[in-house]
């Protein structure tokens, strides 16, 4: 701003000698001129120049926070030897009493060490992330054999270094974390005692039972995927899969407005091997050396489920194979188990439970509890109720329970067996009470569920109505908690999953609740422990990896500085936390309606208000997915930060910041809401600063004066500071992977995480601002679909209209005045404003960017559908209004006008009144600043609008009077070609004169202008109505709820919102259509490489044209390796003749993960 200020710049002398500035002479210097144009412009110019800076200087705070973050947290990493985290390039040396990493595995886990790493071996063998023949050689590399507890001689050992980077990248990175913190194991005191190997450790001669806490693993469910069906699978490749689908499950009949069901190009199980190729090799490995299947061809495979030749057991195999790589129940549910089934290998835990034979093994320690909301209601899936049947009967011998809500609209079945169980029990008089929560376990003898606990209950498990419920999930977690018996619970949602390696450390965890030695037991040392997580959906496309970066660096390094500074709160789970703790405080976290939407973030409330813990350490990993759709994934965004408005006005907040001190408030601002509040003042700034340059051009200070006045506003801000958000990923890559692995995938990713999270940055700040204007915060159900849904354009279209498209139809038109102004003042200059245009350009564009398979047939079907959502005619009628609003809320609209009606319904008629007064009288307020700092010129032209105006009101009005003739419709927005012509008999020659470009800016201007006063026009009129209608006792609630509707329905489509709509509508769709078209001549020309940058390497190497795994074509991944002669080494049969003669062939050499593929790397 250096230069800029009203005294320098304007002569407006203000504070005069206070100031100690020279007196200068400038426009506003007399006092006759300080209301005339040039001088109310220079000084609003100086103005918003000061506002933008303190709106940056806003931000800047925040990044600060990030370097701190990056800086401090790659200390604390250091020092809690995260170093090579994940770096696989290391080798592991399990040579017994001879490898570093066979000695740290000994003195961490006890003498039974070689049984944990058969565990664990074997677990990523039955999970198809490793071969058979690889799961052989792990344990030939510690000197045992996969099968047997019997060790091998010492001439069958084949004991040498285990190198990670020829191992798929997951296995790899799983076993490299697990070794590595190890470390922290040994160097760990549980309070004041240091770890003890001769006690301590699980496998220890002296290890005590008692020492491991009860656990109970609660995993909430609603109407989530538990094992994808066999018809999902098989579905996805035919075009009519890549549009929207009925609710009833019929094609071509009902609203049309669920999401597509596939990519139209590949079947979705054909997808998923797309992904994960030689998982979906193994998985074929495997089946043969079982016996199940007769050939190794992942290729037939895959077929015999595509005619539907397997026998039933393969079918389930295949099915459980998809929901370990999806986002599903059943993989949080067979995560879960793996803590109980890790205790079950220690040998102290089974000689503890052979006392108790009538127990299952672990029941005591460990259980898992699965609470199903909707389990044999009317409301749920019928495919999920046989799928957690499914998952029941299969982990019959694990702690495994279900708890479901017995309700009306329960299947009548399960009434029955809780009568028949109370009956048994006694004391029970039938229909004594309407809900309960009930306890279930799988009954082995008799095949089906048996009921375990009954809790009757007097209320729903939501209470409320309408938009008012208590929040979902954290009534669902309550359900589960009434049955929970662990001393500590773990949460899980329905995404989360577990390697079994992480559980065998969940134990030595633990302690840190409860050390050994502390003698007051009344007190843990935290009630809430976080760890790290792994979102595994960053193996999902582009959109998945940019979404699980952003959620890997906060769940790493920014968490552990959070905890450093003893401010970091519970933002989700899996944390582990105090079960007695929550029991007495109603919960694990709080559910109220409205308020507690982002649930988890209050019960680090709860934790910090009463001076508890909430601790965070680095070497415990669970899995966790997120959004790998673009859909999808702005949804989520638009959950979270619509929750962080609540949270600014929840109870909570304002208690704990009355309480506590400026420094401390600036911690907890920066651990609760600072990043979506820093999105939204940067949101404010790229308006403002259009803004600025606009009322700076009005002013005569173009770059080349404010160069002259010392300025930096006369120069292109080029650099963005959203680069500093990449210093704390870029620091914690480099501690963890090394440096080349990190500047590898940061500069790898930079294209497309720009493009995703300036559409992100701006899908927050939107649903900020709307929440704070409803002072609602709404839930968006995500349904987590894989990477290749197809994104249709009247999905696409209804999600963004407000939050993007109209924002940047509103950048465009600044942009468009600025440029059009600083054309006509010729000497001054003119900046490109490079960011602004990349970013209203990525409002429009980046949803079709990220849409995978750019094909012309789906381009040409997409068009046709979002077409005929324009011009349909759904909700225009009179008495479609109640199913209008109804629609508008459950976001099923069928047409361009039922979204945008739906949206004003919603707006003039729940909104409180209040705050659309005050939204009007501040529209008003900078409606008169624009007319006092436009010249008289410009408004000039307002009459001819008001006459155009005039004239299409008479073809609305015979729009409704010829029964919503669509003919009127369109000829009230032909009338406005007509503003030519008639301008000239309006305002004379004044119209062109000199020339119609010399008068440009004056078009440009007067349009927006008139556009915004019509919006100001009809908002006074609603505001009106509302107030009329609400206030007058004499009419009916009823009637003055119909009638507003009605008047809300004519202004609608009088002052042209709805031929806006029209308007934008077509230009996104001309801009959907040239952004797809170039994609797939893109895609055409280079082989694909859209689809290899959004999805994978396999999609991309199929033919133009081709769908993947067609009959006959093996994966590229497995002809790569049979093209290099790895074959024989990776896929080949473990005959011990071919084992034979592969030992022959590598000698010596040892290679644990097929010989000579470097691509493994």
């Not at 005591?364 to 609470?371: F, G, K, P, R, T």
């Not at 049955?483 to 450390?505: P, R, S, W």
């Not at 004169?993 to 349009?1007: D, G, M, Q």
Request: with cysteine; net charge negative.
């Amino acid at each position: 701003m250096k230069g800029l200020d009203w005294s320098t710049t304007c002569g407006l002398n203000i504070l005069g000698d206070i100031s100690g500035l020279p007196v200068t002479r400038g426009i506003c210097s007399e006092v006759d001129q300080l209301f005339s144009f040039n001088c109310t412009t220079c000084l609003s110019a100086v103005a918003a120049g000061w506002m933008l800076v303190l709106l940056g200087s806003l931000c800047d705070v925040y990044f600060v926070f990030y370097l701190a973050s990056a800086v401090v947290g790659g200390i604390m990493g250091h020092s809690r030897q995260l170093n090579d985290l994940k770096n696989t390039s290391l080798p592991i040396d399990l040579r017994e009493g001879l490898g570093r990493e066979a000695l740290l595995f000994q003195r961490t886990f006890g003498p039974g060490w070689q049984q944990i790493w058969r565990t664990m071996v074997k677990s990523l063998s039955n999970e198809s992330f490793i071969s058979p023949k690889q799961a052989a050689s792990l344990c030939e590399a510690a000197g045992m054999s996969l099968e047997g507890e019997a060790p091998l001689t010492r001439r069958d050992k084949k004991q040498k270094p285990i190198h990670l980077a020829r191992f798929p990248d997951l296995a790899a990175e799983r076993l490299a974390f697990f070794f590595q913190s190890l470390k922290w194991i040994e160097s760990q005191k549980f309070g004041n005692i240091a770890f003890e190997p001769s006690t301590d450790a699980v496998t220890a001669v002296n290890f005590d039972v008692g020492s491991i806490p009860s656990l109970t693993q609660i995993i909430p469910a609603y109407n989530e995927v538990v094992i994808p069906s066999v018809e999902f699978l098989r579905t996805g490749a035919d075009p009519e899969n890549a549009k929207n689908g009925s609710p009833d499950d019929q094609p071509g009949l009902g609203d049309l407005t669920l999401p597509p069901s596939g990519d139209g190009v590949n079947t979705n199980l054909a997808f998923m091997i797309s992904q994960f190729p030689d998982e979906w090799v193994f998985l074929a490995q495997r089946l043969h050396s079982q016996g199940a299947i007769q050939s190794t061809e992942s290729q037939e495979l895959y077929h015999d489920f595509m005619r539907q030749s397997l026998n039933d057991a393969c079918v389930v195999e295949v099915r459980m194979w998809a929901a370990m790589r999806c986002q599903s129940v059943s993989k949080t549910v067979i995560g879960a188990l793996q803590y109980g089934r890790a205790l079950a290998t220690l040998p102290k835990i089974k000689e503890h439970y052979a006392h108790f034979p009538e127990k299952r093994l672990c029941e005591d320690h460990a259980e898992v509890i699965l609470a199903h909301q909707t389990y044999g209601h009317s409301e749920g899936n019928p495919q999920n109720d046989e799928a957690v049947r499914l998952l029941l009967e299969s982990f019959a011998d694990d702690a495994l329970f279900l708890v479901f809500d017995l309700q009306k609209g329960t299947a009548a079945y399960l009434w029955q067996m809780v009568n028949d169980f109370l009956s048994v029990r006694g004391g029970y008089a039938h229909g004594a009470f309407e809900q309960a929560s009930v306890k279930c376990m799988w009954d082995k003898a008799r095949r089906c569920v048996r009921v375990l606990e009954v809790l009757p209950r007097k209320f729903p498990l939501r209470l409320g109505h309408g938009e008012y419920k208590t929040q979902g999930k954290a009534s669902n977690q309550l359900n589960g908690l009434r049955f929970a018996t662990g001393h500590y619970v773990q949460a899980l949602d329905c995404n989360m999953g577990t390697f079994i390696g992480e559980a065998f450390k969940v134990p030595y965890v633990l302690r840190m609740f409860m050390p050994l030695d502390q003698e007051d037991r009344t007190a843990p040392r935290c009630r809430y422990l976080g760890f790290r997580e792994y979102i595994y959906t960053g193996r999902e496309g582009t959109v998945g990896k940019c979404h699980a970066a952003a959620e890997w660096t906060f769940g790493t390094i920014n968490q552990r500085f959070l905890s450093g500074l003893g401010i970091r709160m519970h933002y989700g789970h899996p944390d582990f936390l105090d079960g007695f703790w929550a029991r007495n405080r109603g919960g694990m976290s709080k559910s109220s309606p409205v308020v507690n939407l982002s649930e988890d973030i209050f019960a680090g409330y709860n934790v910090r208000m009463r001076e508890e813990a909430s601790p965070h350490i680095d070497s415990l990993e669970f899995e966790k997915g997120r959004e790998a759709t673009f859909n999808a994934a702005s949804n989520f965004f638009s959950k979270i930060s619509g929750g962080s408005i609540s949270v600014i006005r929840s109870r909570d907040n304002h208690l704990i910041c009355e309480r506590i001190g400026i420094l401390h408030s600036m911690s907890f601002y920066f651990s609760s809401v600072a990043f979506y509040t820093s999105n939204l003042l940067v949101d404010f700034t790229i308006q403002l600063y259009v803004i600025l340059f606009i009322l700076f051009s009005l002013a005569g200070l173009g770059p080349g004066k404010l160069s002259a006045l010392g300025s930096t506003f006369s120069t292109e801000w080029i650099v963005s500071m959203g680069l500093v958000t990449l210093v704390p990923q870029l620091c914690e890559l480099v501690l963890e992977y090394g440096a080349v692995h990190a500047v590898r995938q940061t500069i790898g990713g930079l294209l497309s995480a720009t493009f995703f999270f300036i559409f992100q940055n701006k899908n927050i700040a939107e649903s900020m601002k709307e929440g704070a204007k409803t002072g609602l915060a709404k839930y968006f159900f995500t349904g987590r679909p894989s990477a290749n849904q197809h994104q249709t354009w009247k999905d696409i279209y209804c999600i963004y209209w407000k939050s993007h498209y109209k924002p940047a139809f509103g950048l465009m038109v600044a942009y468009i005045i600025y440029s059009t102004i600083a054309e006509q003042n010729e000497g001054e200059g003119k900046l490109p404003m490079v960011l602004v245009v990349v970013s209203m350009i990525a409002w429009i564009i980046t949803p079709v960017l990220f849409s995978p398979f750019p094909r012309w047939s789906l381009i040409l079907q997409d068009l046709c559908e979002f077409n005929g959502f324009i011009t349909s005619g759904a909700g225009s009628h009179d008495a479609d209004i109640a199913e209008v609003v109804s629609r508008g809320k459950k976001g099923t609209v069928r047409s361009l006008y039922e979204t945008g009606l739906a949206e004003e319904l919603d707006v003039w008629s729940e909104q409180h009144l209040l705050m659309l007064g005050v939204m009007l009288v501040l529209k008003i307020a900078v409606g008169l600043l624009v007319v006092a700092l436009l010249p008289a010129e410009i408004l000039d032209f307002l009459p001819i609008f008001v006459v155009i105006l005039s004239l299409s009101w008479v073809a609305v009005l015979g729009y409704f009077a010829a029964g919503l003739n669509n003919v009127f419709l369109v000829l009230s927005f032909l009338l406005w070609a007509a503003a030519a012509p008639l301008a000239h008999m309006i305002i004379g020659d004044r119209f062109a004169s000199p020339n119609a470009y010399t008068r440009l800016p004056e078009y440009v201007i007067s349009t927006t202008v008139f556009l915004y006063f019509l919006g100001i026009a009809k908002d006074f009129v609603l505001l009106t109505c509302r107030i009329l209608f609400t206030l007058c006792p004499c009419i009916p609630p009823e009637v003055a709820t119909r009638r507003l509707q009605e008047c809300i329905r004519a202004c609608f489509v009088y002052f042209l919102v709805q031929q806006v709509h029209m308007v934008e509508a077509y230009v996104v769709l001309f801009a959907n259509a040239l952004t797809a078209s170039a994609l797939a001549i893109f895609d055409q020309v280079f082989c694909n490489a859209h689809t290899w940058f959004l999805l994978n390497r396999e999609l991309a190497r199929t033919t133009h044209g081709d769908t993947y795994m067609k009959k006959g074509q093996a994966p590229f991944f497995e002809l790569d390796r049979l093209h290099f002669g790895a074959g024989s080494e990776l896929w080949g049969s473990d005959s011990e003749s071919e084992v034979s003669a592969g030992s022959q062939r590598g000698g010596d050499d040892l290679n644990l993960a097929g010989a000579g593929d470097p691509s493994w790397a």
